[in-house]
């Protein structure tokens, strides 16, 4: 059976025991630190203590910079280069800091709104605005941003919202200021949100603000819960008044063709009466001429024709016979034909 004993207790006198632990790396490397002055120990746990705090510290300047954000290296409180995504080090702290910033993340503020009180005491004051035909509008404004330089946006601005809060309003009240409200409040509201955005967008760049405007929206955009009632008898007003116009635009519409038509037809008319009377009154002229003529030609024979067909012309219309008292005996019956087509 072996023997177990301990190879620390001096007691058991067992030296071989005592020289196989001598033997281990852990007796070689603690026999190495000791020393026959306690002073001296303390030293040696001090010095390697030390040297391990200081690969601590110089391995602490590893730092991972994730793929939505930017790196921003202060060496010594001051800026010193922007790091992108991926490993990145450093010299440690207090030398160099590094901030990390999120520049993928989308922000947003609001006007008008009970949000917006964070900066300012009174959103009354801040969602009613003045348009260009002296109305007031209440617009509740919502402004999504994002940080596309991590380092103009810490140092080139003491308070990133607020400054995007104040421009943002001041340029809506410009924007808003040059505008009438009938728009605004019905269907031109992306005009004035195309507008905002660009022209926020040039202000912010101004200040090397280091954000992009994503998009800009307007929530709310309507005349004052005060005047309401009053502005909605104004809408319907105008609504009346429009409905009135159209109506009488419509009978303008269909009465002036109709007049324009029954002018033409006048006109037709009478073109046509002057023109068969011109005709008539010609030809009359040139019969005349023709008779005339015929006249000069042979008076007797002409005026012995014109007498014929003056009294047949006459004669025509006669509702009698003449009859001649010689020749009675060799009359025959005759048929009035006019006398029965007028009883006809």
Same mark, same amino acid.
């Given at each position: 059976?072996?023997?177990?004993?301990?190879?620390?207790?001096?007691?058991?006198?067992?030296?071989?025991?005592?020289?196989?632990?001598? *033997?281990?790396?852990?007796? @070689?490397?603690?026999?190495?630190?000791?020393?026959?002055?306690?002073?001296?120990?303390?030293?040696?746990?001090?010095?390697?203590?030390?040297?391990?705090?200081?690969?601590?510290?110089?391995?602490?300047?590893?730092?991972?910079?994730?793929?939505?954000?930017?790196?921003?290296?202060?060496?010594?409180?001051?800026?010193? $280069?922007?790091?992108?995504?991926?490993? @990145?080090? @450093?010299?440690?702290?207090?030398?160099?800091?590094?901030?990390?910033?999120?520049?993928? *993340? $989308?922000?947003?503020?609001?006007?008008?709104?009970?949000?917006?009180?964070?900066?300012?005491?009174?959103?009354?004051?801040?969602? @009613?605005?003045?348009?260009?035909?002296?109305?007031?509008?209440?617009?509740?404004?919502?402004?999504?941003?994002?940080?596309?330089?991590?380092?103009?946006?810490?140092?080139?601005?003491?308070?990133?919202?607020?400054?995007?809060?104040?421009?943002?309003?001041?340029?809506?009240? $410009?924007?808003?200021?040059?505008?009438?409200?009938?728009?605004?409040?019905?269907?031109?509201?992306?005009?004035?949100?195309?507008?905002?955005?660009?022209?926020?967008?040039?202000?912010?760049?101004?200040?090397?603000?280091?954000?992009?405007?994503?998009?800009?929206?307007?929530?709310?955009?309507?005349?004052?819960?005060?005047?309401?009632?009053?502005?909605? $008898?104004?809408?319907?007003?105008?609504?009346?008044?429009?409905?009135?116009?159209?109506?009488?635009?419509?009978?303008?519409?269909?009465?002036?063709?109709?007049?324009?038509?029954?002018?033409?037809?006048?006109?037709?008319?009478?073109?046509?009466?002057?023109?068969?009377?011109?005709?008539?009154?010609?030809g009359e002229a040139k019969r005349f001429a023709s008779v005339y003529e015929a006249y000069k030609n042979g008076k007797a024979v002409t005026i012995r024709k014109m007498y014929l067909d003056s009294i047949e012309s006459v004669l025509s219309k006669a509702n009698k016979v003449i009859i001649d008292p010689s020749q009675k005996?060799?009359?025959?019956?005759?048929?009035?034909?006019?006398?029965?087509?007028?009883?006809?």
């Amino acid at each position: 059976m072996v023997k177990n004993s301990n190879p620390w207790n001096d007691e058991s006198g067992d030296n071989d025991n005592w020289n196989n632990v001598e *033997q281990m790396p852990l007796k @070689h490397s603690f026999k190495r630190w000791q020393t026959n002055n306690p002073k001296d120990n303390w030293f040696g746990y001090a010095k390697y203590g030390a040297m391990l705090i200081l690969v601590l510290w110089i391995c602490s300047g590893f730092y991972q910079i994730q793929p939505s954000e930017q790196g921003v290296v202060l060496r010594f409180g001051r800026y010193a $280069e922007t790091t992108d995504a991926g490993l @990145h080090y @450093h010299w440690p702290t207090p030398i160099e800091d590094v901030i990390k910033v999120n520049v993928t *993340q $989308e922000r947003s503020i609001n006007l008008g709104s009970s949000d917006s009180r964070d900066f300012r005491n009174n959103a009354f004051t801040e969602s @009613h605005m003045l348009t260009g035909d002296e109305n007031i509008v209440d617009i509740n404004l919502t402004v999504v941003w994002k940080i596309k330089d991590a380092k103009n946006y810490l140092f080139s601005m003491r308070s990133p919202d607020e400054t995007v809060s104040v421009a943002a309003q001041s340029v809506l009240r $410009e924007i808003v200021g040059q505008s009438e409200m009938q728009p605004i409040i019905t269907g031109d509201r992306g005009k004035v949100e195309d507008e905002t955005k660009e022209e926020l967008q040039r202000v912010l760049d101004e200040f090397n603000a280091g954000i992009v405007i994503v998009r800009v929206k307007l929530q709310k955009a309507d005349p004052p819960r005060e005047v309401v009632d009053a502005f909605n $008898e104004v809408q319907r007003a105008k609504a009346d008044m429009e409905r009135f116009k159209n109506e009488a635009e419509a009978y303008r519409n269909e009465v002036i063709p109709r007049a324009k038509g029954h002018a033409v037809q006048i006109t037709q008319d009478a073109e046509a009466y002057k023109a068969a009377t011109v005709n008539k009154a010609e030809g009359e002229a040139k019969r005349f001429a023709s008779v005339y003529e015929a006249y000069k030609n042979g008076k007797a024979v002409t005026i012995r024709k014109m007498y014929l067909d003056s009294i047949e012309s006459v004669l025509s219309k006669a509702n009698k016979v003449i009859i001649d008292p010689s020749q009675k005996g060799n009359l025959l019956p005759v048929l009035s034909l006019n006398k029965s087509a007028a009883k006809e």
